[in-house]
């Protein structure tokens, strides 16, 4: 069974930082890219970042570039996502999810095989 657990959501203020992580077992993470996903109050998903399986190719957002980075560690079937200078903006649940073969970056939650339960973030003053 896959299961994908994110943590590390919290309440911080403008400006502030997070770093949210993602526990994925059931499946060879390392053999795969992995993306970080967000839903925004009222919104649609929107891709965030995506690494590929060896964690040396990335790309993100125009939104959150130079802001947030994406890592991630295979020995401990672990993904990341430090997240910098946030802004209201970035309130979201989060979601780790695994892209299915040929998809890079997408905001088509059928373009996922996998998500977590998602974790929430909270920028306000």
């Known amino acids: 069974q896959v299961q994908l657990v994110e943590s590390g959501g919290a309440l911080v203020q403008p400006g502030g930082s997070l770093r949210l992580s993602c526990a994925a077992s059931?499946?060879?993470?390392?053999?795969?890219?992995m993306s970080w996903v967000r839903q925004a109050p009222g919104k649609g998903i929107e891709w965030v970042s995506i690494t590929n399986s060896g964690g040396n190719t990335i790309s993100y957002a125009n939104s959150v570039k130079g802001r947030f980075t994406i890592s991630r560690d295979n020995a401990k079937n672990t993904l990341y996502l430090q997240m910098n200078s946030l802004k209201p903006e970035d309130t979201a649940v989060y979601y780790c999810?695994?892209?299915?073969?040929?998809?890079?970056?997408?905001?088509?939650?059928?373009?996922?095989?996998?998500w977590g339960q998602g974790t929430q973030v909270t920028v306000s003053s």
């Open positions: 999810a695994k892209p299915k073969e040929g998809v890079w970056s997408s905001s088509d939650r059928n373009k996922y095989d996998y």
């Open positions: 059931g499946f060879t993470f390392s053999s795969y890219a």
